[in-house]
């Protein structure tokens, strides 16, 4: 079993920038990808970005694509998500997800919430006008 925890969520306003952290314990050493999704009240979870944990290949949503960038820490098994020109349509809880089972290839399939064994329990964010 792997846990994710993530922090770094809370109220910014328009322009501005928050950094989210995804930290996972556990069995850490059978993770292949995490991957960042989000979901607004009303809405389906949407995909986010997703990244190789020991590659750091990354793969990203179109609506995010040059404002957010994930990276990981694998000493410190922790994934982040950084997020710049937050916009008040980026609001919604942010969930970090783990792939326990494959070999991370492929990332443009991580785009599914199928594709994930592990879910953290959410963090909000919310952007004002």
């Known amino acids: 079993q792997v846990q994710l925890v993530e922090s770094g969520g809370g109220l910014v306003q328009a322009g501005g920038s928050l950094r989210l952290s995804c930290a996972a314990s556990?069995?850490?050493?059978?993770?292949?990808?995490m991957g960042w999704f989000r979901q607004a009240p009303g809405k389906e979870r949407e995909f986010v970005a997703v990244?190789?944990?020991?590659?750091?290949?990354?793969y990203y949503a179109g609506s995010v694509k040059g404002r957010f960038t994930v990276s990981r820490d694998n000493a410190k098994n922790t994934g982040y998500l950084q997020m710049n020109s937050l916009k008040p349509e980026d609001t919604a809880v942010y969930y970090c997800a783990a792939d326990g089972r494959n070999s991370g290839r492929f990332l443009y399939t991580y785009a599914s919430p199928a594709r994930y064994d592990y879910w953290g329990q959410g963090t909000q964010v919310t952007v004002s006008s």
């Open positions: 990244i190789n944990w020991s590659g750091g290949s990354t």
């Open positions: 556990g069995r850490t050493f059978s993770v292949s990808v």
